[in-house]
């Protein structure tokens, strides 16, 4: 009877650590294997398709497992028609294979918008209106009438631009302002820390113009350009000038070269007090 309560014993107990080998085995097995198909640890770097197109760009993704798709399309004269302009996941970034990289491509023909009609408009509703239709306002130039910052028209390489006219998206349009009677003058802003596309907004609210924009050693190619503030300007921030005036900029990604709030002209704001607005 002992004999037979052992064997059982023995028998329960070796079915248990057969039981338990058999777990952990299938266990191990089935983690190595998710860990081989999912490839855990291992990434892939998004090669960088910008300037190709998509067909070119098929190759190289599949080259790395990578699928792409084009989702978006775009106009710019700096790349040729069907030229990829952006893509995403970005350049470099770290995925897992068969991911799918999105891709904005440059279209081929630029897409155009009808001139909208300003006339009696003010010079900020101009602004606001060009922006809105998705255009670009260039340059301010001033030309003789007794009315002080009067909207008398508009114009792209010299060319006048009356409303109905098809204009390309994106494209700069200069505005032309009534100089007055004597001529306005206005205060130049001051400008530190800014962008350079937040510094010719903010000139061309204070009736003035971007000049020269001089680079220093920390910039290199576009994107430094667009990450780079202006650390100093010429004229000086309060100065007071005529309008339609140029306004050099200095730029850098260096922010310790950007002078301290006490340093600039006290009571300047980003959109000073104007002819219009007074």
Request: glycine share 8%; net charge neutral; with cysteine.
């Amino acid at each position: 009877m002992h004999r037979l309560k052992r064997s059982k014993l023995f028998f329960w107990s070796a079915n248990v650590a057969i039981a338990i080998v058999l777990f952990l085995s299938i266990s191990i097995f089935v983690l190595y294997r998710l860990d081989d198909y999912t490839r855990h640890g291992h990434y892939i770097l998004v090669p960088d398709l910008r300037g190709i197109t998509p067909a070119e760009a098929l190759p190289v993704a599949e080259e790395k497992q990578l699928h792409v798709i084009v989702v978006d399309s775009v106009y710019t004269r700096d790349l040729a028609g069907g030229a990829i302009v952006e893509q995403f996941p970005r350049p470099g970034a770290k995925v897992k294979n068969n991911r799918v990289i999105q891709l904005t491509v440059n279209a081929r023909l630029p897409e155009t918008v009808l001139f909208p009609d300003l006339r009696q408009s003010s010079y900020r509703q101009a602004l606001q209106k060009l922006k809105s239709t998705r255009l670009r306002p260039g340059r301010i130039e001033y030309v003789p009438s007794p009315y002080a910052n009067l909207v008398l028209g508009f114009h792209r390489d010299g060319i006048p631009v009356e409303a109905g006219t098809r204009v390309c998206v994106g494209e700069k349009i200069n505005i032309l302002l009534g100089e007055g009677v004597p001529p306005g003058e206005t205060t130049v802003p001051g400008l530190a820390g800014k962008t350079l596309e937040e510094a010719r907004e903010i000139l061309l609210h204070a009736y003035l113009n971007a000049g020269e924009v001089i680079e220093d050693y920390t910039i290199t190619g576009e994107a430094g350009r667009a990450a780079a503030r202006v650390y100093d300007q010429r004229p000086r921030p309060g100065a007071s000038t005529r309008g339609g005036s140029v306004v050099t900029l200095y730029l850098s990604r260096n922010r310790a070269k950007e002078p301290e709030p006490d340093d600039l002209a006290p009571g300047i704001l980003d959109e000073p007090a104007t002819a219009e607005s007074e």
